[in-house]
């Protein structure tokens, strides 16, 4: 390995936070006939040698699509581009609202970009335009966590850099004023739903002006963590046909109904949004996903609050604690030419094997790092959504990237139940049918079954 003044240049231009900016696209490339450049091979297992030629050292400029975190994806573009004077990769922002029309569309007519962010959901979408990395399977597992559920016929075209999974958001003045401290954090749901109890205010009229838990819009995100801490999983064993439609999921549904109903923790009618309610200050808690946090920080910067780990339902460790679902690493264009798919390789090594890039966007998404070297990184530990986390990780389920339209119609069958008072469980058999009629001729598998503890689990309905 070669250590040389070269190898500090080099992990300087590493450097994400407040140190890059750059001109990544820039036009004044110049022939490269130096491969030998006395700079460090990077990464443990993943590696990215820079002593090599990149398309002979020619000139080549590619496009490289991201829908967010423009600044950082830029800064790792531009330290690539420090190293190889004849590549300029040109980063192009899209909306989101935009990314996944013109994206697939791009691809399959062949002026894409070679490179491009990926996100699981529109898995089906992208794979037949995708080119598989050039890394060795046994490699990327000796490097990250949850690889497995992303070979298909011994390739893989992405992994996961980081877990998103849910969490207790909990509003810190409310909790003081209601005489509450981190003892009384709850372990189980019964002992959430006492300090939800707790919590929750009505005025002199009887009219909810806080709530404890409020749940309105997260059914969908909620109910199949819950299902999974029961030991039930939400497909058959085919693989592929959903099945939700169990008295599991009913005795769920029917768990979220009576905290509302019975116990008065929170009201259907109580704000549309749970997210909005929390941040307005309106909810003590609330359910959420890791990208929650930089929204609060964002739009709610005046708001005090912490982080718990799910509750569960006992003191026992549950056969799992919720569901996540990665953020992927990148995509390379499989319709781009030649030079360009050798320039996307070695930017995906050179991604991959940069553990300061990976550790910014996990702090920026609130997302545990699939990365090994990253688990016990000090400003990851400190993060409160991965310190709640970090224990449980072991125990969360990764589905696959199921189509959305599960969580759509679960949201929309817990609603015809409250607001339109049908039964729970008629509901769920025509809301499942609903999704299975919607899934033809869908490829989806899912990969429950990979799961470690998939064999204590439940697989039938």
């Known amino acids: 390995m070669k250590k040389t003044m070269g190898a500090v240049l080099l992990a300087a231009a590493l450097l994400i936070a407040g140190c890059w900016g750059g001109d990544a696209g820039k036009t004044n490339l110049k022939h490269d006939s130096t491969a030998e450049k006395g700079l460090e091979i990077l990464g443990a297992n993943v590696q990215f040698d820079p002593n090599v030629l990149m398309n002979n050292g020619e000139p080549i400029e590619v496009e490289f699509w991201v829908w967010d975190a423009e600044e950082i994806f830029r800064g790792i573009a531009d330290s690539f581009s420090e190293i190889y004077p004849n590549v300029s990769i040109k980063v192009v922002s899209q909306p989101w609202q935009d990314y996944w029309t013109k994206l697939p569309l791009a691809l399959q007519n062949g002026t894409g970009p070679a490179m491009f962010c990926i996100h699981n959901s529109q898995h ?75 919590l929750t205010r009505y005025d002199d009229d009887g009219r909810l002006i806080q709530a404890g838990f409020n749940y309105n819009k997260d059914v969908k995100s909620m109910i199949i963590g819950l299902n999974y801490q029961k030991g039930q999983m939400m497909f058959d064993e085919d693989l592929q046909t959903l099945a939700m439609d169990n008295s599991i999921t009913a005795e769920n549904f029917q768990f979220l109904i009576d905290l509302y109903e019975e116990q008065g923790v929170g009201s259907k009618d109580f704000g549309i949004s749970d997210g909005e309610s929390f941040g307005q200050g309106q909810s003590a808690m609330v359910y959420k996903w890791g990208w929650y946090y930089n929204q609060m920080l964002s739009n709610y910067p005046d708001v005090q609050f912490g982080v718990f780990a799910v509750p569960t339902p006992s003191r026992d460790v549950p056969v799992a604690y919720d569901r996540y679902n990665g953020e992927s690493t990148l995509g390379i264009s499989g319709t781009a030419d030649e030079a360009s798919q050798e320039v996307a390789q070695a930017f995906v090594r050179y991604f991959m094997s940069n553990d300061e890039a990976m550790k910014e966007l996990c702090l920026r998404y609130s997302i545990f790092p699939a990365k090994k070297t990253l688990v016990n990184d000090e400003d990851v530990k400190a993060h409160p959504v991965m310190k709640a986390l970090a224990p449980n990780v072991e125990r969360l389920v990764w589905p696959g990237p199921f189509p959305g339209v599960i969580e759509t119609q679960m949201q929309q069958i817990f609603e015809d139940v409250v607001f339109n008072e049908m039964s729970v469980e008629e509901t769920l058999e025509k809301g499942n049918a609903l999704i299975v009629e919607d899934m033809q001729g869908s490829d989806f598998v899912t990969t429950e079954r990979q799961y470690k503890y998939a064999k204590e689990m439940n697989t039938t309905r």
């Open 124 to 198: 089906e979408n992208l794979v037949n335009y995708l080119q598989p990395y050039d890394i060795a399977l046994e490699d990327l597992k000796a490097d990250f966590s949850g690889v497995e559920g992303h070979v298909i016929d011994g390739q893989v075209y992405y992994i996961d850099y980081g877990m998103m999974s849910g969490s207790i958001f909990y509003n810190k003045d409310m909790w003081a004023a209601a005489g509450l401290n981190d003892s009384d954090i709850p372990k189980t749901w019964d002992e959430f739903a006492s300090v939800a109890q707790k």
